[in-house]
């Protein structure tokens, strides 16, 4: 029979000539892949380890199993190269019996270098480097399960629903003289599966083992109310003897989206309340361990989310099993994303068989996404061809779950790249790049208007906080922990007017690291996390998200980092899931509010004064400490001096003074419509625009397309208004050169 251990310990890894000893999991972008848009290393690193020979008994097999390796790997042992693998977040296994010998030496180089044919390469995140996640060693008998095909199991498992039970469809691929192969499923039953050889050459397998197990009465997975599995165990046999073995869970469910209802699972409407999440954490990079996951997961679920997109590409083994036992339900996707890369087609096409085969049992998942704002740079034939490609590939592989995309705002609703997937997704950063957030409900009645028949979700929306960062009058644009707090209360408002969305996905649970990031002080960081990187610290977001979606009553003080205020008058918020909140003021009831969700109130502050908010005849209270002071804390607003993204001209010495703007002239309050229609106003804003696209997180502005919609959008925003969305320092010296090419001229 099988036998698994872990390979985990005393590797030697070497980067740029340097040794050093680690234990796996491990990356070497643990530190720097979160400090900033220069410093990460990309490039080649080698892990090389001794081992003695591995007692195997005639005929056995011995494979070695790596979970992730990112992105790209070459195995040799001893000296002979066993097999490459392009790919960085699946499992892939490579046959080590005819290489082994007494003393052995295993040599993995890893290469996350930058090239033209894998998948990702420009991304607002860090593509670390490493063995990331646990190496096993397998040894198995000259019969047993596939352990080639694509990091798959061998193993199977489709349930049909119909009535009050299920058939299941199994399926084994087996290498060997097999004699029989049973399966038996907890609390169901066994059944034993007929043999098919298969020719010579049509898949790495020579036996496909089929057969059928009905259960009566079946018990469904059932989402967060009653994540039920089932538990099936698959046996070979050779000779009347059990060579192999595999196990695996499965669930039995329905589900489907309808254009006016949303989401629908087991018959009943399921709104997909959802996050977005990165494997990634402060201190560590993608080198999780199981205990982090499982905090990651408890996080999830006590803010009450029932979804999560795993973005943007395959995630651990360990993560999907959470998934399954809770009852979350998964969008999963490859990491084709950004930009297209013409060489990339086959890398595409593996990474989508590879995260199908091997997630193909999973109960939580329900679809299997082609890419993600991939049309960043214009939709070419080559692009279309590539999507009709794995679109048909999913319906191949696995009729039973449907294709789906997350599309780039700015991509016309009418492109035929929106409508080759089943379901349909949007990102929409309305109220934080670009628009207000009354847009987002613009967007989605006018695509609802004319789509009625269309299934629509919310892939993607959110807005940056630096946590540290507060104000008493927050904007867009301004970073800071109270901004971010007003949009999603406004988003959550949204979402619950609009019944025909099938999913929405908050981006992101966790701040992440984004390496071409230069944020608010804080560079190497994706800041939009409703959770600071390190896990430690909750925004106020996260509550409004537990308020609407969480049974875990609570009440929670918003803006205790706004500490010191220079208000005479202050807005003290609570959020809560209960229907009545009451609020003292040292200690002195001052207001009993009752409402949904959001509960606000004006105090005078004059000193220090303790807050408190309670809710009435229960135990439920939080408390914090403000005070009033003569001037902002420096530490609580952004910094004034941000990173050079504009250069104009030359600035000018100190002492001349900034020009008085004219109403006959253009200015910073002009439109971008109004700049854009005088020859020499284009000119500056063609400009201004190419080197802000150079700025943007790991270059993904670089040669954007803008849809014509975006346009006119963009052209009725005011400049100083995108300045500031954009983080621009407006009394810096670029700014002011920028204000000073403007007044010179004339509006016409």
């Known amino acids: 029979m099988r036998r698994v251990s872990h390979f985990n310990e005393d590797w030697t ?92 030496l295993l040599e993995v180089y890893v290469d996350n270098a930058p090239n033209d044919y894998v998948y990702p390469q420009k991304a607002d995140f860090t593509f670390y480097g490493g063995i990331y996640r646990d190496v096993y060693l397998i040894v198995t008998d000259e019969t047993h399960f596939d352990l080639e095909d694509h990091g798959g199991e061998g193993f199977y498992v ?35 599966l007929s043999l098919t050889e298969l020719k010579e050459g049509s898949r790495p397998t020579k036996f496909l083992a089929q057969g059928r197990l009905m259960i009566p009465k079946v018990h ?26 595999v196990q695996t869970h499965f669930g039995c469910r329905e589900y489907h989206f309808d254009p006016q209802k949303g989401f629908f699972l087991n018959g009943r409407s399921y709104p997909l309340h959802g996050v977005s999440r990165h494997q990634d954490r402060a201190g560590v990079g993608n080198a999780l361990t199981k205990q982090m996951h499982e905090e990651d997961m408890e ?11 795993l973005a943007h590409y395959q995630h651990d083994q360990t993560f999907y099993d959470l998934c399954d036992e809770k009852g ?45 704002e991939i049309s960043l740079q214009g939709v070419t034939e080559d692009l279309l061809e590539n999507h009709r490609i794995l679109n ?127 944020d608010a002080g804080d560079p190497g960081k994706n800041h939009k996390g409703l959770i600071t990187f390190d896990r430690k610290q909750k925004k106020d977001a996260f509550y409004i998200y537990k308020a609407w979606w969480s049974k ?29 909140v009451t609020f003292l003021v040292d200690g002195k009831e001052v207001a009993t509010q009752k409402g949904e969700h959001v509960f606000t109130i004006d105090v005078p502050i004059c000193g220090i004064h303790k807050i408190e908010a309670l809710v009435p005849g229960t135990n439920l209270r939080d408390e914090m400490e403000i005070a009033r002071v003569s001037s902002p804390n420096p ?50 804003i063609e400009k201004m625009m190419k080197q802000m696209q150079k700025k943007t997180a790991g270059g993904m502005g670089e040669n954007v397309t803008i849809s014509p919609a975006m346009q006119a959008m963009i052209a009725r925003q005011p400049l100083k208004k995108l300045l500031q969305q954009g983080g621009m320092d407006l009394e810096g010296e670029e700014i002011k050169a920028l204000s000073k090419a403007l007044s010179k001229i004339w509006k016409g």
């Open 220 to 245: 469904r997975w059932d989402g967060l109310e009653d994540p039920y599995l089932y538990h099936a165990t698959a046996t070979v046999y050779r000779n009347g003897k059990a060579c192999d073995q």
């Open 13 to 104: 890894f070497i980067k740029e000539g340097v040794p050093e000893t680690v234990r796996l999991p491990h990356t070497w972008n643990a530190v720097d892949g979160s400090t900033g848009p220069s410093l990460y290393y990309r490039g080649e690193c080698l892990y090389k380890k001794e081992f003695a020979a591995i007692p195997i008994a005639a005929g056995e097999q011995v494979y070695m199993e790596f979970r992730g390796v990112n992105s790209s790997a070459r195995v040799l042992l001893n000296g002979e190269e066993l097999g490459h693998h392009d790919g960085g977040y699946s499992t892939f296994r490579f046959r080590l019996t005819d290489a082994l010998k007494d003393n052995n």
């Open 635 to 684: 530490s609580e607003s952004a910094p004034e001096e941000l990173p050079p993204m504009l250069r104009f001209s030359e600035p000018e010495a100190e002492e001349e003074e900034e020009p008085v703007e004219d109403n006959g002239y253009l200015s910073l309050n002009s439109t971008m419509g109004e700049i854009q229609a005088q020859p020499a106003g284009a000119i500056i």
């Open 158 to 192: 489709t349930p049909h629903l119909c009535g009050e039970g299920a058939s299941i469809t199994l399926e084994a691929y087996l290498v060997g003289d097999a004699e029989k192969v049973v399966v038996s499923v907890d609390g169901v039953g066994e059944t034993r």
């Open 552 to 580: 875990e009553a609570f009440v929670h003080l918003c803006g205790k980092r706004y500490h010191d205020r220079i208000e005479e008058v202050t807005q003290v918020k609570a959020y809560s899931n209960q229907k009545e």
């Open 392 to 518: 048909d590939l999913i319906h191949q592989m696995d009729p039973g779950r449907v294709s789906a995309m997350a599309n780039l705002f700015l991509l016309e609703a009418d492109s035929p790249l929106v409508s080759l997937p089943d379901i349909r997704g949007y990102n929409l950063y309305y109220g934080w790049y670009v628009g207000e957030m009354e847009d987002n409900d613009a967007w989605f009645d006018d695509f609802h208007a004319k789509y009625p028949d269309t299934v629509i979700g919310l892939t993607e929306y959110g807005a940056d906080a630096v946590i540290t960062l507060q104000s008493p009058k927050p904007e867009k644009g301004d970073y800071t922990e109270s901004y971010q707090a007003l949009y999603h209360e406004y988003m959550l408002e949204m979402f619950a007017k609009r019944p025909y969305l099938w999913g929405t996905y908050c981006w992101n649970m966790f701040e992440f690291a984004a390496a071409g990031r230069e």
């Open 299 to 309: 996080l999830i679920l006590s803010m009450g989310a029932n979804s999560i997109r």
């Open 328 to 372: 979350i339900v998964v969008w999963a996707e490859i990491p084709y994303i950004t930009v297209h890369i013409p060489k990339g087609r086959v890398n595409t096409i593996e990474q989508m068989k590879d995260l199908i085969v091997q997630n193909y049992n999973h109960a939580s998942i329900i679809c299997w996404a082609i890419s993600n």
